[in-house]
Every structure is written in C-alpha cells, then in structure tokens.
C-alpha cells in the first residue's frame, strides 16, 4: 500500500523494476523563467525569451492546438512526451520516483489513488493564490474532485462529463417515440426514471420471428464495470467503497442491496427487457449497434465529437435518467505538478494559464469539451448547434453552473475513482463479476458477494 505521503522502498522497487525502460529522459535544462503574474484569468503580455518545461499526456494530437497560444501568452515552451494510454500510469510513477519524470503531467480520476498520497505530486493551492485565481469560478471545488488531505493537486481540464442518451431521431420518428423523449428544452427535461427508458426502448426494440434482435432500443453494452455502473450505484444511494473521497477505503461495498439493486437494471435490461445487446451480440455489430443505426439510442459521454455530425443520421440528446435521485460523478482529466521538478513555477504557470485563460477556454470548448474554470460564459458565447446543446446538458446538474438552476437541487456528487489500495483490482474484479452475471454464468448477488471477498482480501494486503 502506498499509504504514507512517500513511497517506500518495496513499491519503489517494483516501480523501478517495471519501468525502467522510460528512465532514460533526462530532465530539460531551462533559464531562469518569468513567472507569477502572467497565469492571471485574462491572460497576460507574452515574456520575452521563452523557457522549456516537460509534459506527458496520452491526449494523442490534442495539445497541439494550444501550446502555440500557451507559449505566445506565458513565454514557456511546452515540450510533449505523449504516451499511450496503456501503461502510461505505471510508467509516470516509475519516471517521478525515480526523479527523471516530467515537469508536469497529465492524470485521469481513476489513478488518483496511486498519485496524490505517493508525494510525487505538488499541491497547487500556493500557485493559484500568487496568480489570484477566483477558486470560486470552478465548476466544482477543486479540493475536492482533486483534492488530497485539502489540498488542491490538480486542476481539472473539463467538466466531468455526465452520461447522457444519444438518439437517433430518424429511428426513434419511425417508432413513434420522439415525442415522449425529455429532450434538452422540453418541459419533462431530466425527468424521467430508469423505469421510463426501459419503457421507452421497449418501443425501439424489434424481434425477428426467431427470436433475434434486429433493433435495440439501447445500444449500450452492459457488461464488463464502468461509469455506467458507477452512475446507477450513486443514483441508487449506494457506494462501492467504505470511504469513497479520502483514499481510506477499508471495505467494499459492492455486495449492498443499493449496489445489486441498480446493477440488476442493467442485467435486465439484456436479459429480461431485450433492450440492449448481449457481449456476443454487440461484438458482432461492426461500429456498434448506434453507429449500425441497429439501435435507437446509446449512452455514452456528453460530448459531441463520440458521435459525430457525419455519423448519418440526426440526433436529439436526453439526459442518463436516474434511479433515486440525479447524481453527478467527480473526476475530469487534471494536470498536475512534480514536486521535485526545477520548474515548479513555469510549470504552474503554464497550467493555470491553460484552465484559466479565456482565449485557450474558448479554444478548447471547440476542440475538447466544456472547460472546468467559469464554463457558463464560454458556453453561452458558442453558436447554437449539438455542440451547445451537450455543454449545457452537462452542466445542467451542476450546482452554480446550471441554466436550468432547479435541475441541480439535490444532486448528489460521487467520485469515480476506486480507491489508492487496490483500484486496477478492483475494477478489473467488478468487470470480470458483471461479465460472468450478464452471460449467465453466475447470479448477481452471488458474483457481487464473490467480488467482495476478493476486493477485501486484496485490500487486507495492502493495509
């Protein structure tokens, strides 16, 4: 477990043993850097001699867009070092422990665990204040969806984005269903149940005379464990661990009746509703059953660019309904800080400047998603079109940042992240336990009380 503010040496050494084919990047020699005011909300006059600092992202091509901008409002040359998702994790940790990793990095919510408690990490509560950054302007607290013993450290690039349903209007016009959905602007607007999509989807759903599905009403695939499943636990007034924000989990509580209760309504929604394709069925689809147009609707992502304008058809957007009540999940991508990094305070600047600044914030709602810092404004300044539309269902939950404010009282916020002791486990665990309900190789209390005595077990371990 790595419990304490600084690895010790067992997990050093494992890190060190898996990674050591990444240490060969030396750190960048720089000049001395201009720093301090320029990360401010309007940004800044361009310094006169840029600086170099490191970064690493699994983002692909994506920063490319803005690290011209960034070097022409800071005076600091961003130097990428992208990596694959896969492995990226592991091979960070490795490269910061052992003192050769980036100035800055790029995290997902879900390795949280493995980071902040480890001392790799600087907070970032001392740069924000030098810079007079109004923390008020998130979209959600940054101490608390990426926070560590109340600190900030990160800062979240987007609004997390909610699950929402994606529609195919053409299919659902042609099934008489267009009319009942609570589309964004309607008066039944995030209003409906679960119980209520299953209902809809019935209608979408088509059976040949031998019993195969011929159209889904849902094109989502169930198994496995992800947000989706996260989602209805929180909806459903349950949680998976013991101390879900604090990184301090003891026990999983996976097994509880909030948990089966909402993963039973995905079970059924293959097995008992034929709404949504089995693994096999949704495998054999080339695309996927939405992108077939062998599906009236998926959940998915609030962004635009998971199905895109020449996806072949018109789409309408209704938000994930819910079980008990409306939830919003915490845990965007964030950037954060090496706290052995030589430049610590070009390295803040630059990621200040990135989630403040208004001219990058209007860029990256084209390109990426809804910004985290004062997103109303740059939303509300966007031409209409699928692409507003999305942003403000996404932020339609937030407290603060809702347009339709009434739609954000008793929301309830989760994390979507699996604890610090054991996380990759636990979800692989999970995925594997959903796996085996939905196939019919195993009852879901069973697998879900199954899971938890492995979760636990590995959990004991790491204590």
């Given amino acids: 477990m790595i419990s304490s503010k600084r690895l010790n040496r067992r ?23 201009q720093t301090g005011s320029q990360a401010s909300e309007a940004g800044s006059a361009p310094a006169q001699a840029a600086v170099e600092v490191r970064f690493t992202h699994w983002w692909g091509e994506q920063f490319q867009h803005y690290i011209p901008l960034l070097e022409e409002k800071t005076g600091i040359k961003a130097i990428e070092e992208p990596s694959p998702y896969s492995g990226y994790f592991e091979k960070l940790l490795t490269q910061l422990v052992a003192g050769v990793g980036p100035d800055f990095m790029l995290l997902d919510a879900n390795e949280f665990g493995q980071f902040w408690p480890s001392g790799v990490v600087a907070p970032l509560d001392d740069h924000l204040a030098s810079a007079s950054i109004d923390m008020a302007k998130w979209n959600v607290p940054q101490n608390e969806e990426n926070g560590w013993e109340g600190k900030v450290m990160g800062l979240s690039l987007f609004t997390m984005q909610d699950l929402i349903l994606h529609v195919n209007k053409d299919l659902a016009d042609e099934a008489g269903m267009t009319e009942s959905l609570p589309v964004w602007g309607s008066g039944e607007f995030d209003n409906w149940r ?15 005379a031998d019993g195969t599905v011929a159209q889904y009403g849902l094109a989502t695939n169930v198994a496995g464990f992800w947000d989706l499943h996260r989602t209805l636990i929180a909806s459903n007034g349950g949680a998976i661990l013991d101390d879900e924000w604090n990184f301090q989990e003891t026990t999983s509580l996976v097994n509880s009746p909030e948990a089966v209760e909402a993963l039973q309504v995905l079970v059924d ?3 008992v509703h034929n709404i949504s394709p089995t ?12 992108r077939a147009q062998r599906a009236v609707a998926d959940i998915t992502w609030s962004t635009p660019s998971i199905y895109p304008e020449n996806v072949g058809f018109e789409q309408v957007y209704a938000h994930l309904p819910f ?8 845990g965007a991508n964030c950037l954060a800080l090496n706290a052995a990094s030589q430049q610590l305070e070009d390295a803040a600047n630059w990621v200040i400047t990135f989630c403040v600044d208004e001219d990058v914030r209007h860029q990256f709602l084209q390109i990426s998603s809804v910004p985290a810092y004062d997103p109303v404004p740059i939303v509300e300044a966007s031409p209409d079109g699928r692409a507003k539309t999305i942003a403000l269902i996404n932020l339609s939950r937030i407290s603060g940042m809702s347009t339709v404010p009434e739609n954000a009282e008793d929301v309830a916020n989760y994390p979507r992240w699996y604890g610090a002791k054991a996380p990759q486990y636990m979800r692989d665990t999970l995925s594997a336990a959903m796996q085996s309900v939905v196939i019919g190789s195993a009852g879901l209390q069973e697998a879900m009380d199954d899971a938890k005595a492995k979760i636990d077990a590995e959990l004991a371990k790491a204590a």
């Avoid at 997990?11 to 850097?33: E, H, I, K, Q």
């Fill in 279 to 290: 693994p096999d069925a949704a495998q054999a689809i080339q695309g996927g059953a939405y």
């Fill in 11 to 33: 997990a050093f050494l494992r890190l060190s043993a898996v990674g050591a084919g990444s240490m060969a990047l030396a750190a960048c020699a720089a000049p001395v850097a």
């Fill in 323 to 330: 079980l008990q009540r409306r939830v919003h999940a915490f």
């Fill in 194 to 208: 679960w119980d209520d999509l299953v209902e809809w989807a019935k209608q979408g759903t088509k059976v040949n």
């Fill in 269 to 271: 929604a293959v097995n």
